[in-house]
């Protein structure tokens, strides 16, 4: 056995992101509690170096390093952008709330840290086991979050089945892995779709992993029946939490289910399509029609997660029709498209919560937005174009996501699909739009200025203004997707 | 992006920016900010306007797109700008008129406490009005067809407290949305059949939808390009208010008067007959959609003018007779004479905003009475206003020299020389038409600057609209409503003179407006022209001057030297007034067929629609399934985890049969 330095240059980012948690750890040791913006800042500073370091290093090509386990493509690029930034407004939004409950610990953006770390190397994985590295690194760190305020019970109970059905869910998807491990003979992604592709596979043996990889994947982007946790967890977990479980997560399970099944399981298309759009069928409608149930904010919000989810998969599974892969780009990129402007929009909507919320009170139940209008026009505006856009009116960015996919769906033969998703995106409009109701024709139930510092005001304000603008120009979004797509190739 | 690019965008975006600021912060601006800032706006967009005419006279033309907004499959959807003849002739009419108009606003508006947001509006207006004439595809010439829509709707209900200016704003939209029905229809048929919404790519493809035939009707194929043309003309007949849907025109002077000049006499109601023109290359190729066009343009033509001599209140003549002349230009289309028709548009728009501005000026100075029977003898105390008056009506009837003259008896010989079936009639309407032009214009001008003063017995019973009760004498209207009347009383006289051979026998529109071989209209109309100067001399010599001549006569007789005689004709011919009175009974019509069908339908769908089908299966029926939907996910939802595995495991059980089964 000889051992070789690897090529560390493509995997620069992952690497600087490891040292500057370290340093974010010992810093934080060493200022106390009085300096705990030092954490802050040098944890914002990491995401602004690493999203340099990302943009410089991305030069179309498409490099593998690690012994083939670390891949890094416009793909990965693109999204780890996408990512960084992400996860930078999850900090501005989230820090004043957690400050206010005594939870903005040097832990708190440690592991903040960690995931993102995690999920990028999740982005760039391209072998089974870096892959799995990723995923255990980001959801490890997720627990720990979900139970960062230890006295609470909700969060500690959150976080508790959270973690089990977690575990559970790397379970099945570790012996998928080693099933088809054994149907193929090598854990490198590349090599699974090689292989799969001169048919050297037992097909029995595949068919069986290949169903415990879809359900492992399918419990971290939350789809039905493997989304129990989503609507507890969302609730249970401090909101400035909710929302980075809300956000940055769901681009490292896109990214998750493209190395899975795209780059590796790419032959089994026919097989993997099918059981997706059971899936998706499955969490459209109850995302959709459970949401309206809902009294609490973030509830809505997780079975909502469910339901755009679902949604996501319905352009995920549009990329084969009948063996012919010409309408593989398309229908990724717009799943792309749809997660980066899910992402977008929950970010918003999250820190709306996190913005109305104060020490001592959670905005987290639907009443908490009567009247938003009476108490600042602007917020209930900047919200109402959240709302519109999530329900997918136009012309904000999520009709054109919703747009792209049910376009990459027709393409694909299965107008049934795309009718009902439409139907039922009708159907969940109404909680949507229940919302903008509460807000501008219902007296205010709760009087109390809105309080909160000025970076998150003027970043709230960008981003429902972002959600509306970003409409005026879908087309240059979707050929980013495309050329993440392409260039990756 | 070039220098000249820069400008094409600079034109819209000037008046928007004008609109933006006053219309969202014109408390912060105040009232003259609000007016300087609009102003400014709109004289950048004129003069940018200039440069692009003298750019395009040199003879570049731009076709391209500015920002390509979505594609779907094939389609796509674009911001693009066609910039030539046709499209400079209207920016320069526009930016003008709105130029003009803008000022005047300034004066007439004075007291109105919604003042910026006039101001917002009216720039908000002209942006629209400019992409809509520099589009180069059909959405955006949608676009900027409904934007003037929203636009003249906010504007007609300006004063919107009074119920007669909803109902007139209402009535526009409702009867505009039936011609933008036809319209979008029309684009419909343009994006299904061609796969795509730019003007060159359908043009290209004339000659394939000439030959392709539908069958709306068992057994009668049409041509499609005629299927097109006529659902396009059905907007164009909704937005230049062309007979059945010219009912909410005459309404629509409810709205504040230089609204009435700038969106319903001068640009707004002739985006119809643009489009048209610009449309040329389509309606060359069907026949049946230009005899339809003339036929409704000279019933226009002819009996909105009749309407025009009983109407009592200033604006509502001046509107009919807007009517009427936008028949002309409907007529001059149906005959293949674009250029005419484009060339009376602009000759129009000058001296018909002038009319309205002066009508407006009078309404000041009758402290906002518009009843023509109580005004008279008014030139003594608004010379300007007065001398104006008579400049623009001069132009109206087609004095020679004068530049409707040249514009109208264009448009009377293009038709004498057309040989489409409708021609015979439509000449029969367009040269009565004068002799009614004549009559109802003079009538007008002679109640109201000659005559005995009437004003001083009716002065207390005049409807007031601001309410500054102070009545006496008329006066004449200051500066800023005078110095426009005068600018547009200049291009009134000489622009025709000027123009007239460049535009209708030059090659300026060369490339903008297609004429067929089949319709040699304009090349034979042509021969016969000798020079502007020639072409007035011979007027005296022609059946139009003297048809001009007997209406004004007429009118002198009737209304200054023998008043009391139009009393007795009325007693007389008590059927005919009557008619007139009711408009020919289309708004009844409307209201009893329409309006009530319409309800009677709405009762219908309701009771048995919405209550029945609606609430008691979809609504009812979806709360029921949302609620047991809710049932079971809360009996799921339990919060034991062990269930969650449970669900998990089901999950993959199910996964695991259904596929190991399927193979």
């Known amino acids: ?489 | 992006m070039t220098e000249m690019q820069k400008l094409y965008l600079l034109v819209p975006l000037a008046p928007l920016a004008g609109a933006i600021i006053a219309g969202l912060f014109g408390k912060a601006i105040g009232r003259a900010g609000a007016h300087w800032v609009t102003i400014l706006g709109v004289a950048v967009s004129f003069v940018a306007s200039i440069f692009v005419y003298q750019d395009v006279a040199a003879g570049n033309v731009f076709n391209g797109t500015v920002y390509t907004w979505a594609t779907s499959g094939d389609l796509k959807f674009e911001v693009g700008f066609l910039i030539d003849s046709l499209t400079t002739t209207m920016m320069l009419v526009v930016t003008f008129v709105s130029l003009m108009v803008h000022i005047y606003t300034i004066g007439y508006m004075h007291d109105d406490p919604g003042y910026q947001r006039f101001f917002s509006y009216i720039s908000l207006f002209t942006f629209s009005m400019l992409m809509l004439v520099m589009s180069n595809n059909f959405l955006q010439l949608f676009f900027g067809w409904e934007a003037v829509g929203l636009v003249s709707y906010l504007l007609i209900g300006f004063w919107y407290t009074r119920p007669s200016a909803i109902f007139a704003n209402l009535k526009a939209f409702l009867v505009n949305r039936v011609g933008d029905f036809g319209f979008l229809l029309g684009i419909g048929l343009i994006a299904a059949y061609t796969g795509s919404l730019n003007y060159a790519d359908v043009f290209a493809q004339g000659q394939k939808l000439a030959s392709t035939h539908v069958e709306l009707f068992q057994g009668e194929p049409w041509t499609l390009v005629t299927v097109i043309c006529i659902c396009l003309f059905i907007g164009a007949m909704g937005k230049s208010a062309q007979v059945p849907l010219h009912v909410w025109l005459p309404d629509s002077m409810e709205g504040p008067t230089p609204i009435s000049a700038l969106i319903h006499a001068a640009t707004m109601v002739t985006a119809g007959i643009f489009m048209v023109s610009r449309m040329s290359p389509l309606f060359e190729l069907s026949d049946v959609a230009l005899s339809f066009v003339m036929v409704i343009g000279a019933i226009t033509a002819l009996f909105m003018g009749f309407l025009g001599i009983i109407q009592n209140d200033i604006k509502r003549v001046v509107a009919y007779s807007t009517l009427s002349q936008l028949g002309y230009m409907t007529v001059a289309l149906g005959a293949s004479a674009y250029s005419v028709a484009i060339f009376h548009l602009m000759t129009h728009a000058f001296f018909k905003a002038l009319l309205f501005l002066a009508a407006g000026s009078v309404i000041i100075g009758m402290h906002h009475d518009q009843d023509i029977r109580n005004m008279g003898g008014l030139r003594k105390y608004m010379p300007i206003t007065w001398i104006t008056s008579l400049v623009g009506s001069l132009a109206l009837i087609g004095t020679p020299f004068l530049s409707g003259f040249y514009s109208k008896d264009s448009i009377i010989e293009a038709v004498a020389l057309s040989h489409l079936p409708g021609a015979g009639f439509a000449h029969f309407a367009v040269l009565a038409g004068v002799f009614v032009t004549a009559f109802y214009s003079f009538r007008m001008y002679f109640l109201v600057f000659h005559g005995k003063e009437r004003f001083h017995v009716h002065a207390g019973h005049g409807h007031d609209a601001h309410g500054h009760g102070q009545h006496g004498t008329p006066h004449e209207s200051p500066r800023v409503v005078t110095v426009p009347l005068i600018l547009l009383a200049i291009p009134s006289v000489v622009i025709g003179y000027l123009t007239v051979q460049p535009m209708l026998f030059g090659d300026f529109f060369e490339g903008a407006i297609v004429v067929s071989e089949q319709h040699p209209v304009m090349a034979e109309l042509a021969h016969h022209f000798k020079g502007a100067l020639a072409m007035g001399l011979h007027a005296f010599v022609t059946a139009p001057f003297w048809l001009a001549l007997a209406g004004v006569a007429l009118a002198w007789f009737f209304y200054l030297k023998r008043p009391e005689l139009p009393q007795a004709i009325r007693a007389k011919f008590g059927l005919v007034y009557e008619i007139l009175e009711n408009k020919y009974y289309f708004d009844r019509i409307n209201e009893v067929v329409f309006a009530g069908g319409a309800r009677l339908v709405g009762r219908g769908l309701w009771k048995g629609g919405d209550q029945g089908l609606i609430d008691g299966i979809v609504v009812n029926g979806s709360a029921k399934v949302v609620y047991w939907v809710a049932q079971i996910t809360r009996l799921f939802q339990s919060g034991y985890i062990y269930q969650y595995a449970f669900s998990m495991i089901i999950g993959v059980f199910v996964l695991l049969t259904f596929w190991f089964n399927r193979g």
Not at chain 1, 408 to 426: D, M, Q, R, T, Y
Request: charged fraction near 10%; aromatic fraction near 14%; proline fraction near 3%.
């Open chain 1, 1 to 489: 056995m000889n051992f070789t330095i690897p090529d560390l240059y493509p995997a620069s980012a992952e690497i600087f992101v490891l040292i500057m948690a370290c340093v974010v750890l010992l810093v934080d040791l060493v200022a106390g509690k009085s300096r705990r913006w030092m954490a802050y800042f040098l944890t914002q500073l990491t995401l602004i170096g690493a999203f340099a370091i990302t943009l410089f290093t991305m030069d179309g090509r498409t490099v593998l390093t690690f012994a083939n386990g670390f891949i890094d493509d416009t793909f990965s690029d693109i999204l780890k952008l996408v990512l960084y930034f992400s996860v930078a407004v999850v900090l501005i939004y989230g820090r004043s709330y957690m400050a206010e409950r005594r939870l903005e610990n040097g832990e708190f953006y440690l592991l903040v840290l960690f995931a993102t770390l995690g999920m990028m190397v999740l982005i760039s994985a391209s072998h089974f086991l870096t892959l799995y590295l990723g995923l255990e690194l980001m959801s490890l760190s997720l627990y720990a979050m979900v139970a960062i305020n230890r006295d609470s019970a909700v969060c500690t109970e959150a976080a508790m089945k959270y973690f089990v059905l977690g575990a559970l869910a790397s379970g099945l998807l570790l012996y998928g892995i080693s099933m088809i491990y054994g149907a193929t003979g090598t854990l490198e992604l590349p090599g699974v779709r090689q292989a799969l592709y001169f048919n050297s596979a037992n097909s029995k043996v595949l068919v069986f992993g290949l169903v415990f990889v879809v359900a492992g994947l399918a419990f971290k982007l939350g789809v039905v029946p493997f989304h129990m946790w989503i609507p507890d967890v969302y609730q249970g977990a401090p909101t400035a939490v909710t929302l980075f479980i809300g956000s940055a997560p769901k681009l490292a399970a896109f990214a998750m289910a493209i190395r899975l099944l795209v780059m590796g399981l790419f032959e089994l298309a026919e097989q993997w399509q099918t059981m997706l759009m059971l899936l998706a069928v499955l969490s459209i409608a109850l995302g959709n029609l459970a949401a309206i149930a809902q009294s609490n904010l973030k509830r809505m919000l997780a079975y909502s997660a469910i339901s755009h989810m679902g949604f996501m998969l319905l352009g995920v599974l549009s990329g084969v029709v009948a063996g012919d892969p010409r309408y593989a780009v398309p229908a990724y990129s717009s799943a792309m498209f749809y997660a980066v402007s899910y992402v977008l929009m929950s970010l918003g909507a999250f820190g709306m919560i996190l913005l109305l919320s104060r020490a001592g009170f959670e905005a987290e139940n639907l009443e908490d937005f009567k009247g938003l209008n009476k108490r600042s026009p602007w917020f209930a505006f900047v919200m109402m174009i959240l709302m519109f856009s999530m329900a997918g009116i136009p012309f904000f960015v999520g009709f054109f996501a919703k747009f792209a996919v049910l376009q990459a769906v027709v393409a694909a033969g299965h107008i049934w699909l795309a009718v009902f998703a439409v139907v039922l995106s009708l159907v969940g409009a109404f909680y949507y739009l229940r919302v903008v109701k509460l807000m501008y024709f219902d007296p205010p139930a709760d009087t109390t200025p809105i309080r909160a510092p000025f970076d998150m005001r003027l970043l709230l304000s960008a981003n429902g203004l972002a959600v509306a603008l970003l409409g005026a120009m879908p087309q240059a979004i979707l050929d980013y997707c495309a050329y993440a797509f392409i260039g990756g190739r």
